[in-house]
């Protein structure tokens, strides 16, 4: 096994600032945990309403139409079930969108200095 020295410079510099390692990682997991409740909170609520097992879906005049809520609680229209299917962009939009977020605000920590030692 070759010697890096570069590694444990790293090592020695994470160690010296071990508490603040510890502080960006739990803001960096407090903030991933809060984007992933948000972003998959709704698609999750829309695919559950218009599942054939739910209620709301059942109400649709002929078979093999789905209900599709719409802006008003009340407000919903039929559409033939094979219209209303999963796609593949309905993991990585939310995916993304989750990862600009967290990316985003670990940005503004960062301009902001959270947790920089100097003193200014």
């Known amino acids: 096994m070759p010697h890096l020295p570069f590694f444990h410079s790293i ?26 409740v948000a972003a998959f909170s709704p698609e999750m609520a829309f695919v559950t309403a218009i599942s054939p097992s739910s209620a709301f879906s059942k109400s649709c005049a002929g078979a093999g139409f789905v209900r599709i809520p719409l802006e008003y609680p009340r407000e919903a229209m039929c559409f033939p079930a094979h219209m209303v299917r999963r796609s593949g962009l309905d993991f990585f939009v939310p995916t993304v969108f989750a990862a600009l977020v967290v990316g985003g605000s670990a940005l503004l920590v960062r301009s902001l200095a959270f947790g920089d030692g100097g003193g200014g």
């Open 11 to 36: 090592l020695r510099a994470m160690a010296s600032r071990w508490p603040l390692v510890i502080y960006a990682a739990t803001w960096t997991l407090l903030l991933t945990a809060m984007v992933a």
